[in-house]
């Protein structure tokens, strides 16, 4: 994984990124078993992570819900400005791990979405 930083009007976002196209390649040419498919669906899920420390105003969205890329999932305090947390692919949130008014990291995981 490669960690950037990146500014989007503005505000400071901090990124991880993990090249995946050979491994989707590698895992085109083997046939998994039942087993390996459920670890490679639970490998699939996609972090939504807090890009600074400060703290949840409101979850925007609730567990098995669809989401699209853009997608406000969260509204984080920071600095006394609130940031808009967006979904980074479209797909199902699987897991929600904050709650409105918890202090959170940067780093932080927010919540997890299956890709569709």
Do not use: F, W
Not at 84 to 104: L, P, R, T
């Amino acid at each position: 994984m490669k960690n950037y930083e990146i500014t989007v009007n503005g505000k400071v976002y901090q990124v991880s990124i993990k090249e995946i196209a050979g491994e989707l390649n590698k895992n085109k040419e083997k046939e998994p078993t039942s087993s390996a498919k459920s670890n490679e669906n639970q490998s699939d899920e996609v972090t939504i992570s807090a890009p600074m420390p400060g703290r949840i105003l409101s979850v925007k969205v609730q567990e098995n819900q669809t989401v699209n890329a853009g997608e406000t999932v969260c509204l984080l305090e920071a600095m006394k400005m609130e940031n808009e947390i967006v979904a980074s692919v479209d797909g199902v949130v699987s897991q929600i791990k904050v709650h409105s008014n918890q202090a959170v990291e940067a780093g932080e995981v927010l919540l997890l979405i299956t890709p569709n």
